[in-house]
């Protein structure tokens, strides 16, 4: 037994404070504090059965009284009586104050560690210390206390952290020290360990583990900080170190030596602009905070000092500004791998942790949420529980709502009636989210009227954290707890003598939490919102309501339809769009998800891990869907991307094997719906099982689609585009399939051949887009073969950009001789030159030629061709529509068509000339062709320099009544009064004909283009 010292605190009045429950909740942690070998030496049975009076007489006599003292002060912090624990603290510092200045509790304790208490006969021996050693002391047990504070095991918190700690120039120890002083910025989201690790570099300074030697580290807390009003620097930095008030010059002149941690950078709340205005370099010049660390990390202040600085992604705008060639490192927290680890690690058995991992995987939102540490622990306890129950967990993990609330009342036995605690929780998140903080302060609690023991059950739970070091702060366990807290706020229902406007903070209601223009202003309010919509579902109102007692507001469901869906000109935004499918997505809720896509008649999606899922789950309950446009995204590419289908499958990855489930949900909509006609796939990475689940929904006796389209992809996209023709080919072979496009993917001889064999196989096919394509001569060869087969019904055929030349057209006249139905034919973009046109208008001569339209746009032709093509129109054929824009055909060209276009014969209804250098004279010609034509209905002369002169002859013959032409565009250089008049009489004379004068930019799409093709 020890020989008694008197506690300098009344520990039994102390202990009479507790309740009967609260006493034995101490005498359980008191086992568990630093040195708690100190009361094994208690007999545990005579522990047990003390009451206060008896416990304090107990440790009194037994354990040495510097032990007991700070024993009994952690006890109290751990248990959340803060107010227990300050008493005792104030009675110690009123001892000090009188007989032994200074102390500092947190020193005694690590004194006490390092086994020294022996050799001090009294608390005066202290005083032995200097400062700098004192001051290390002290940061030392605070660092280590806040670097072990977060619930759950710490290793891989420890792993994650030791890996970004070698990125940072002083902690490692290959990057030897450099002439410059470093500013190193750590950037990350809420909640995957900046604070972490700027705790564990501090610790590191304390220990002197740091490559790096600084005499000096100061840890300035921008929460905090905040809080301070105008100051000098030197006051900011020493207003918790008054005893080195005489030092202050010899520290900072030492600025070399010194390293600085701005923690929380974001949570200034300083306005754009304001850190960087009024600048200062003097430490003794009072200045609010934001402007000195402005100074400091403009390095206006203390130049040669080293600074890290931790912020969230959504203040690096102004670090940019101001940081003077910052180190930039992103923290990513948990990896993948970390992830595993800390799953298996926190349930011992593999098998329940490898299905708990598994589950959370599924839901890739869920997953990436799981990054942060803290949302982990939640996982993992809330999934834990149930297994332990006996209980499915799958459905927990479907939403991050879902989870979310298990965890909530999880942690409170049914019945707990703790409606009052959870709507003042809920209000402070609320207030806390709106007002951009993540830490609450005692008197942000007094200004909603809310007291520290109706927080105390979430307290004790870890829901809501006391800081460490500012014992007056509170934070959440993560930022994503605190958002569903916000929608809870939203959804309970409120009382009758609740007021909340009548707070001094702003809270805007669900319609404002869910504008545009607030998520913009505040991002946090995102995921408040999609919970807010998670909270909709009825289940879990049941289980709330059946833990709390609290009943979901009757009018949760009304708020949701009445969100505006964001659309703009019939046609949804894609962010919009996206929000709003996740949020329906945490809903789960058949009917409201139903109602609020009735109104999508067409809708793009840009598909990821992510978007899957919500994406999946909603756009199968459109029923009104006509259109749908897919845009699958996969950030990086599969090394070695085979050319083969097979190893293609082969190289599948992870990603893909999640997406399956809800690929196939999604595409069963070609199944189910029978007014989705259009599909348009995107530059998309589609695996071949994708691909396969694509073309048997599509191949489906239930599909009613008739239109499939893949548009030009980005040309670093070579990899896949083997793999998308692939994807063509399967698809052209899907019965229900009219109008399939394959647009800029290379293929291989034997890849034309499958094509050409799909191609004869779908007799529905009318429509095949191949442009931007290289045709081979092979696969030439095997497309006209295919072309001229008695069983191809190819109406339509887009050729642009396949590196065809003259040689091709000879059998492409073939072509054109023989087949039945081919009526368009688009060749723009080749190299075909006048010979080719020649051999072309061979083909179309004959009586047997169906074709009714050419796109020769950008085809080398010259006067020549055109001579080719007057003759041809002089007779009877069947071309109706030619366009023959970016030739440059001459004086000469325009004049034998102009004679064409006057034949009784000539047939043709559309004629493109845009861009072709028609000068004004030849107007003439075109004057006399409209004079006498009595076919054409559309003539494009954009982009041709016909000054003046030429568009008053033009308006002129225009004047005219009984004319047949309906559209002409040209371009107007000088519209003067003349020419508006002659335009007002053609209106009069002529109201069918519409003269686009090309306002708009006409190099963004080629004119014939919405004429002709898809």
Known sequence: MVSSTQVNFNLQALLEQLSQDELSKFKSLLRTVSLGNEVQKIPQKEVDEADGKQLAEILISHCHSYWTELATIQVFEKMHRVDLSERAKDELRGITRKERQPLDVEEMLERFKAGTLEKIESYGSVTCLNNENRYRLILKTKFREMWQSWPGDRKEVRVMAERYRMLIPFSNPRM???????????????????????????????????????????????????????????????????????????????????????????????????????????????????????????????????????????????????????IYIRVEGF?????????????????????????MRSNAALFQLGSAPAVCWIVCTTLKLQMEKGEDPAPTCLTSTGLFLRFLCSQFPQGAQLQGALRALSHLAAQGLWAQMSV???????????????????????????????????????????????????????????????????????????????????????QAGRFFFGLANEKRAKELEATFGCQMSPEIKQELLRCDVSRKNGHSMVADLKELLCCLYESQEDELVKEVMAQFKEITLHLNAVDIAPSSFCVKHCRNLQKMSLQVIKETLPENVAASESNAEAERSQDDQDMLPFWTDLCSIFGSNKDLMGLEINNSFLSASLVKILCEQIASDNCHLQRVVHPPRPANLCAFSRGCFATFARLVTCPPLRLPKLVSCSATTQQWADLSLALEANQSLMCVNLSDNELLDEGAKLLYTTLRHPKCFLQRLSLENCHLTEANCKDLAAVLVVSRELTHLCLAKNSLKDTGVKFLCEGLSYPECKLQALVLWNCDITSDGCCSLAKLLQEKSSLSCLDLGLNHIGVTGVKVLCEALSKPLCNLRCLWLWGCSIPPFSCEDLCSAL???????????????????????????????????????LKIDDFNDELHKLLEEIEENNPQLIIDTEKHDPWKKRPSSHDFMI
């Open 176 to 326: 030897l020290p450099g002439p410059f002083s470093h500013t190193v910025v750590l950037h990350s989201p809420a909640g995957l360990g900046k604070t972490t690790l700027a705790n564990k570099l501090m610790l590191d300074w304390t220990e002197d583990n740091l490559i790096q030697k600084f005499k000096y580290a100061f840890y300035l807390s921008c929460r905090e900080l905040n809080r301070l009003g105008p100051c000098s620097f030197a006051e900011m930095v020493f207003r918790d170190w008054p005893e080195w008030q005489d030092d202050i010059p010899h520290i900072l002149a030492q600025a070399q030596k010194i390293l600085f941690v701005i923690d929380g950078f974001d949570e200034l709340g300083a306005p754009p602009g304001a850190l960087i205005q009024d600048l200062c370099g003097d430490w003794e010049q009072q200045k609010p905070v934001p402007v000195l660390l402005g100074s400091l990390l403009k390095r206006k202040m203390l130049p040669k000092a080293a600074l890290l600085v931790t912020t969230r992604p959504s203040a690096l705008r102004d670090l940019r500004f101001l940081a003077e060639q910052p």
């Open 440 to 526: 609450l302060h005692g008197e942000d609690l007094e200004r909603v009227g809310v007291q520290e023991s109706d927080l105390r059950p979430f307290l004790d739970r870890d829901i809501l954290r006391q800081d460490r070091v500012s014992k007056g702060c509170y934070s959440f366990i993560h930022l994503s707890f605190q958002q569903f807290l916000t929608a809870l706020f939203y959804a309970l229902e409120k009382e009758e003598e609740e007021d909340r406007d009548g707070h001094a903070w702003d809270i805007g209601d669900v319609q404002k939490m869910l504008t545009r223009e607030e998520r913009l202003r505040n991002p946090d309010l995102i």
């Open 931 to 969: 004079s006498c034509n009595q076919s054409l209905i559309t003539l494009d002369l954009g982009q041709n320099p016909l000054g003046s002169s030429g568009v008053k002859m033009l308006f002129k013959t225009l004047t005219r009544p009984n004319g047949t032409l309906q559209t002409l565009r």
């Open 335 to 359: 990896l993948e791998e970390d992830r595993r680890a800390y799953f298996l690690r926190h349930f011992g058995d593999e098998d329940q942790a490898m299905r708990a991992f598994e589950l």
